[in-house]
């Protein structure tokens, strides 16, 4: 169960990167462009949830690969 949980880790790593990476250059980038009433929503994708999103997620993996969600209580299952 570990090492499901390790690799889980590292799937959650490649997502938090995957999922600010297409914030920043599939949402964001194509409103920065545009200009004009658009361009809150961009700042709002790039300052905000791009940073949000991919730290959250990537900091979760980072745990499930140290082995953080292995115990109960404080002490090691």
Same mark, same amino acid.
């Given at each position: /169960? #570990?090492?499901?949980?390790?690799?889980?880790? %590292? !799937? +959650?790593?490649?997502?938090? %990167?995957?999922?600010?990476?297409?914030?920043?250059?599939?949402?964001?980038?194509?409103? +920065?462009?545009?200009?004009? #009433?658009? !361009? %809150?929503?961009?700042?709002?994708?790039?300052?905000?949830?791009?940073?949000?999103?991919? !730290?959250? /997620?990537?900091?979760?993996?980072?745990?499930? /690969?140290?082995?953080?969600?292995?115990?109960? #209580?404080?002490?090691?299952?």
């Amino acid at each position: /169960m #570990n090492a499901i949980r390790k690799a889980l880790g %590292v !799937l +959650w790593i490649l997502i938090g %990167v995957s999922a600010g990476i297409y914030l920043i250059y599939f949402q964001a980038l194509p409103l +920065w462009k545009s200009g004009g #009433n658009d !361009l %809150v929503p961009a700042i709002i994708y790039t300052f905000i949830l791009a940073p949000i999103i991919s !730290l959250g /997620m990537s900091i979760f993996g980072y745990y499930a /690969m140290q082995g953080e969600y292995s115990t109960r #209580n404080g002490e090691k299952l």
